[in-house]
């Protein structure tokens, strides 16, 4: 029987949740690294027992973990982040010219096809490449020493790249996204990159549909249909049907398209899924009310999800990287919370119930399905 | 032998109980005693000092035989005190809190 095991980040460890393919007994082990920052964990689709996380600390620095035996027992590895060539500056919050300096890596994706293989995208924004199970890591410089990369800004949270996506197809192709900058795509592995946000309107920056500056919250994109993204935009849902060389907004009748994750269904890319959230100054759901919202046409028609999430007195945010989705028949969506709760729902969304409550702030929330 | 405590988080990743003891050549010092930490545990590369450089990082001290040595030049003797192992050298993660 397929079983499922969910990977979570909180700013106080890790957790791997382990349920079958019922998802409604669930074995909770953790915290791993207990008192760190867990900006994300995930595993290797070409060798699921195979995990990455990204651990960090205002202290200690940065340390990545491996682990061969689906989280049971961890090992660190590589943690020597270096800038490629010359860091050079971008805008710092008051306009001012800012050295590129590394922070934390925010976002691990392994690579389909090798288990050595995989990229970090680390603030201030790079993009990392290991080919020996993470012990080495080399930037990819391109993206960074674009040319626009003198004039972005960093977002609230700092100036990170928090979105990989590696084409299925095209696996010369990847995406990035990076707050503030937008989104770019490379067709050469990484070699060079373009900016992909014609279409994008962002009130607050100078330019409103500026090549560049825009601060992207979330993309993705379902595997078998690779040319069509979604993304979450600070403000805005937006969709692309090109790869990105131009994109529309989906928002529709959503409550607010103020919001931090987004993803697909397993089975059926035209069925995705946001959180709408109040504001950018009020990083909690509209009315109290924690709602999912479902699209089953790619957007600007949305429905609430509601049955099993607290339609009260609820004030929590969900954060960028803590939504995923299984590919059992009925696919399962999982979401993690700032308030330390961790929702799964077994049957596409219909229903919620958490698996736990009282979880450290969740980073992260990512699922393997295991068979 | 040279003794070394490090904060708990430390101690965690290196997977270590208590003080490390550490065989250090003369001259004693804090770069020459890091060295010989990092290389018996090369997961503590880069969680005390930059990779390159070896700048300390912001949030860690270095204290030993009641004195705060970190800003003293990392080439600089260590207390006699400390090349004798009679005071450990602490590494200290800065407290934070209200």
């Known amino acids: 029987m397929s079983r499922v095991r969910v990977l979570v980040g909180t700013r106080k460890g890790a957790f791997v949740l382990n349920a079958d393919g019922k998802r409604d007994r669930w074995d909770v082990s953790g915290p791993f690294f207990a008192g760190w920052e867990i900006y994300h964990v995930k595993g290797s689709p070409a060798d699921p027992a195979r995990l990455f996380a990204s651990q960090s600390s205002g202290w200690f620095g940065q340390v990545i973990q491996r682990s061969d035996d689906g989280g049971a027992t961890w090992e660190p590895v590589g943690n020597k982040f270096e800038y490629a060539t010359e860091p050079g500056t971008h805008q710092w919050y008051d306009g001012t010219p800012h050295p590129w300096e590394f922070a934390r890596v925010w976002h691990l994706e392994p690579a389909p096809g090798d288990r050595d293989t995989v990229y970090a995208g680390v603030e201030d924004a790079g993009l990392f490449k290991s080919t020996d199970g993470g012990q080495s890591w080399a930037e990819l410089p391109g993206l960074r020493t674009h040319k626009s990369g003198p004039g972005w800004a960093p977002g609230a949270g700092g100036m990170c790249l928090h979105t990989i996506i590696l084409d299925p197809v095209r696996p010369d192709r990847i995406f990035a996204a990076i707050s503030a900058a937008g989104a770019f795509r490379s067709d050469d592995a990484g070699q060079t990159w373009q900016p992909v946000n014609r279409g994008l309107h962002s009130e607050g920056i100078p330019d409103e549909?500026?090549?560049?500056?825009?601060?992207?919250?979330?993309?993705?994109?379902?595997?078998?249909?690779?040319?069509?993204?979604?993304?979450?935009?600070?403000?805005?849902?937006?969709?692309?049907?090109?790869?990105?060389?131009?994109?529309?907004?989906?928002?529709?009748?959503?409550?607010?398209?103020?919001?931090?994750?987004?993803?697909?269904h397993a089975h059926e890319p035209d069925t995705i899924y946001v959180v709408p959230i109040t504001s950018d100054s009020h990083h909690f759901p509209p009315e109290g009310k924690l709602r999912v919202y479902r699209s089953r046409t790619g957007g600007d028609d949305w429905e609430p999800l509601t049955r099993g999430l607290p339609q009260e007195h609820c004030y929590v945010n969900v954060l960028r990287d803590a939504m995923a989705v299984d590919s059992l028949d009925e696919c399962g969506v999982y979401f993690g919370t700032t308030g330390g709760q961790v929702y799964a729902s077994a049957d596409a969304g219909d229903t919620w119930a958490p698996i736990v409550r009282d979880l450290p702030a969740v980073l992260s929330v990512e699922v393997q399905t295991l068979s | 032998m040279i003794r070394v405590v490090l904060p708990a988080h430390l101690r965690t990743l290196a997977h270590v109980d208590g003080e490390v003891k550490l065989q250090v050549d003369a001259p004693v010092t804090q770069r020459s005693v890091l060295d010989a930490l990092e290389a018996r545990y090369p997961m503590l590369c880069g969680t005390i000092r930059d990779h390159d450089g070896g700048r300390r990082r912001a949030f860690i001290r270095f204290f030993a035989c009641e004195l705060d040595l970190s800003h003293e030049q990392p080439d600089a003797p260590l207390p006699e005190a400390v090349v004798t192992g009679a005071e450990p050298y602490l590494v200290v993660g800065a407290m934070a809190g209200g």
Request: hydrophobic share 40%; charged share 25%; glycine share 8%.
């Open chain 1, 209 to 264: 549909d500026a090549e560049v500056g825009h601060c992207v919250h979330r993309l993705a994109m379902h595997p078998a249909r690779p040319e069509v993204l979604y993304m979450q935009k600070h403000w805005d849902v937006m969709r692309t049907d090109d790869a990105g060389d131009s994109w529309h907004e989906v928002s529709g009748n959503l409550p607010t398209d103020f919001g931090f994750p987004i993803d697909v």
